[in-house]
């Protein structure tokens, strides 16, 4: 018999999404469900296209595309010559990884914690021209941002010319100090490329700031874009370097100057609604109405802290209030709409870190500041690994009799539940979760 957990007016912000009701939904981080308002923006700009196609591949798309550029650029501290437009950051990355300069005896360095399809995509590339991948292995818990600078640049030889590095980390959702680790590289004269999929969105990500050569993002994580919305960062030194998967026209359908991003815009007939929807989802933080929002975020079991915030738990500050383009700016009085769901997120995870915590027994394997919209958390020691490409028992478990949808993972030789949270989800959800996780062990212990 399979339970739901019953999602009624507790949480208005569900209704911006369209999520199958009697779900709930804890695994943003993998698959981030499109808001409505952004998809009724994909779907106006694949209406347009198809009202007159000529017109718009012709004339229309090139501006569209340098707006929408420019848009992003804005959010993300850079310029709009600096970017492409990518289906996601795999893609970017295979673009990084087929264009830079590596030769025999050369060395990458990418961590343990890197996501397993970069550390397969830097494995290929070195092996096809006999260089290296180096993997040093981080922390086991994450305490003091100078021991996680030093884990990485440990790693680094004099024959190193490349560090792969994520902004948060996909198995252990930890957020990494990228910043000081481009500074340490630059020091040592080693280029940097950030996988960053987790981070739009969900933390302050200022790209020219940050001192990357490249940088890989996904939209339809937590800026809850359309899939198929990512974008490559590509500094200008390295722009006359990088060459495009597919090869086709390379040169402006419209007849205006050549760019070098014309190599990557026209790869075959495609439909642009996705990376073109981008400002929508920007536009959706920036707009985001009044609702009950947590503001309060502890290590607090869910049933301490009430659903609009009313605890005493000490206010959890959100990340650097730095310039971060026209959505984190607001005339109404208001905080800032991306400001709001970075408060609302974190402590959600909080409350969930506490209340799995409490499950489990276990320990959580870095401390708040180590973590924004989602975290990883420990299973007890005697849960099983499951063959690769298994979902765990656990996993098929929640989602079966719970219908809870949240991936179950494996770092370091252990099971970790991974919870990510938007603005859809609620207290009342954390708990049935943790409710629904002890049953499920009690069941495994007793079987």
């Known amino acids: ?82 970017l492409l437009f990518v289906d996601n950051a795999t893609y970017g990355m295979n673009i990084v990884a087929n264009s830079f300069p590596l030769s025999a005896g050369d060395e990458v360095l990418a961590t343990n914690q890197e996501y397993g399809a970069v550390l397969r995509i830097w494995r290929e590339r070195c092996k096809a021209v006999g260089a290296q991948l180096v993997v040093p292995k981080l922390p086991e818990t994450f305490r003091d941002r100078d021991e996680v600078v030093a884990a990485v640049m440990g790693g680094v030889t004099d024959r190193t010319r490349l560090i792969v590095i994520s902004h948060i980390t996909s198995p252990t959702a930890l957020i990494l100090p990228v910043a000081e680790i481009c500074a340490r590289a630059r020091e040592r004269g080693v280029r940097v490329c950030i996988d960053g999929p987790h981070a739009l969105a969900a933390v302050p990500v200022r790209l020219d700031d940050l001192g990357c050569d490249f940088y890989c993002a996904s939209g339809h994580k937590w800026l809850t874009a359309p899939l198929g919305s990512g974008f490559l960062y590509v500094h200008s030194r390295w722009q006359q370097v990088v060459r495009p998967l597919v090869v086709s026209w390379g040169n402006s359908l419209s007849g205006r100057p050549h760019s070098w991003q014309d190599e990557f815009v026209w790869s075959g007939t495609r439909d642009a609604a996705a990376v073109l929807s ?58 800032p709409g991306i400001h709001r769901f970075r408060t609302h997120s974190h402590c959600l995870v909080a409350a969930a870190r506490s209340a799995v915590a409490a499950v ?36 098929a478990a929640l989602w079966e009799q719970y219908r809870i949808e949240i991936p179950v993972t494996s770092w370091n030789g252990r099971r970790h539940l991974r919870v990510s949270c938007h603005l859809y989800n609620t207290l009342a959800e954390i708990e049935y979760l943790a409710d629904a996780l002890r049953a499920i062990l009690r069941a495994r212990i007793g079987a």
């Open 360 to 395: 489990t027994e276990t320990e959580p394997i870095g401390t708040p500041e180590w973590y924004g919209t989602m975290a990883s958390l420990p299973l007890p020691d005697w849960v099983s690994e499951t063959p690769h490409g298994h979902m765990h028992p656990i996993q």
């Open 278 to 335: 981008t400002p929508a989802a920007i536009d959706f933080f920036a707009n985001l109405p009044e609702m009950p929002l947590l503001t309060n975020a502890a290590s607090h079991s869910p049933t301490s802290m009430a659903t609009t915030a009313t605890s005493n738990a000490e206010p959890r500050r959100s990340p650097a209030r730095v310039d971060e383009g026209d959505w984190s700016k607001t005339t109404t009085g208001r905080e």
């Open 1 to 82: 018999m399979t339970a739901t957990h019953q999602h009624s007016a507790a949480n208005a912000w569900r209704d911006l999404w369209s999520i199958r009701p009697g779900v709930t939904y804890l695994n943003h981080g993998s698959f981030g469900p499109t808001s409505r308002a952004v998809s009724a923006a994909r779907n106006e700009w694949s209406a347009r296209l198809e009202s007159e196609p000529m017109d718009f591949y012709v004339r229309q798309l090139e501006g569209h595309l340098d707006a929408a550029r420019s848009r992003v650029a804005d959010v993300f501290g850079t310029r709009g010559d600096r």
